[in-house]
């Protein structure tokens, strides 16, 4: 049985995580379980799950949330180090790392550095730290199975294919809700507008980033590390039914395609399942009820945030970071209604030119990247200069 701790588990894909574990008792047992600020939700799980260790992002809500459980139950932990402690625990052996956003690095490596298998959503772990958190990865010899569902379709296109066959992948993106939108259109959005993906549940932040395209843009970083390719390797299609999550190509010109309905149950299962496909339960895809699959190069003018993290993989280094950092302040400054939908990639740009790459040879340097490019990002958002 694999005993698991789930970073994350009152956002989208915790929720989704705990669904599959639920499905699976005989195989799954959440041990501990790491959430943010939704102390309500988090003692429902707890009910459900009886983790043995919790930990919850302030120790203010650390102690309502003993309090409420009358001070027994699991151990309750606070903050980063409590996020850490939690995922690096002799009890755990598995860790799911859905933390949204830049927070989910540190406990993530630091699960790798105790040697747990990690189930991977945190994309930003991959673009911050990329060669890092592989090398380390490596070293201790356990698993990064990918959550995303285009890392996952494009792992199930690989089975059983000689690596060296390899000819580059295609990540495929539903193009969001603005695909049809004029750019005049799109900069007058607003965020619930941004927040309605059409094919996908997510939550907030993950949603804006589609809308913009950044989160294609992320993945591409993630699949360079994930699958050791060379950037040109790797292409991107709009397929706006999101139906086909990726496909791989070999030297002779065949692809293979991972397709299924839009939900993350699947592949979160498969990265637990590894290399089996275990039931799910979810409703089957019925190919002649879709009718048409359609695929369209993306337009980087509309959506310059993937022509941005194009160029911060070019640059490489801790060009990322920034990239990353700058990124979800400006998420968080247009769900704010701070700025608007367009001047999202307008404030990353600015920063990342702002910026002056250095050699992130430790996690402490990827960390002072995020860190500086947040600041800088604050400051052009302050004195208007995006």
């Not at 790491?34 to 102690?63: H, S, T, Y």
């Not at 958190?133 to 990918?146: E, F, L, R, W």
Request: hydrophobic content about 40%.
């Amino acid at each position: 049985m694999k005993k698991i701790a789930v970073l994350g588990s009152t956002g989208s894909i915790g929720q989704s995580s705990l669904r599959v574990i639920e499905l699976n008792p005989e195989k799954y047992k959440a041990v501990a379980l790491a959430a943010g600020r939704n102390i309500d939700l988090l003692l429902q799980q707890i009910e459900k799950f009886q983790p043995e260790v919790v930990a919850i992002l302030e120790e203010d809500l650390a102690e309502r949330l003993r309090a409420r459980l009358n001070h027994t139950g699991p151990e309750v932990y606070s903050g980063e180090d409590g996020f850490v402690r939690l995922a690096t625990m002799d009890l755990v052996d598995t860790v799911i790392s859905a933390m949204t956003g830049a927070a989910g690095l540190v406990p993530t490596y630091a699960a790798i550095e105790a040697g747990k298998d990690i189930a991977l959503a945190n994309k930003e772990t991959m673009v911050m730290a990329g060669p890092l958190v592989m090398d380390q990865a490596k070293k201790q010899g356990v698993s990064i199975m990918p959550i995303d569902s285009e890392h996952s379709a494009v792992l199930q296109s690989l089975q059983g294919h000689p690596r060296e066959d390899l000819s580059r992948i295609i990540l495929t993106a539903s193009g969001g809700p603005f695909k049809e939108w004029t750019l005049e259109e799109m900069r007058g959005a607003t965020p619930e507008q941004a927040l309605k993906h059409p094919n996908w549940n997510m939550g907030p932040k993950i949603s804006i980033d589609s809308a913009t395209l950044m989160n294609k843009g992320l993945e591409l970083i993630e699949a360079k590390w994930l699958f050791d390719l060379n950037t040109d390797q790797i292409n991107i299609v709009i397929h706006p039914q999101s139906i086909v999550h990726s496909m791989v190509e070999y030297r002779d010109g065949s692809i293979i395609a991972q397709m299924g309905i839009p939900d993350m149950i699947m592949p979160i299962s498969y990265a637990l399942s590894f290399p089996r496909h275990e039931e799910t339960s979810l409703t089957r895809l019925e190919l002649d009820e879709i009718g048409t699959l359609s695929f369209e190069k993306p337009d980087l003018e509309r959506f310059e945030c993937l022509s941005l993290a194009f160029r911060a993989v070019e640059v490489g280094d801790s060009m990322p970071a920034v990239m990353n950092g700058a990124n979800e302040i400006a998420v968080e400054s247009f769900l704010n209604k701070r700025i608007g939908f367009l001047q999202i990639s307008g404030l990353i740009k600015k920063t990342m030119e702002a910026h002056q790459t250095y050699s992130v040879g430790r996690i402490e340097k990827v960390i002072e990247a995020d860190k500086w490019a947040r600041e800088k990002a604050r400051e052009l958002l302050e004195s208007g200069d995006y």
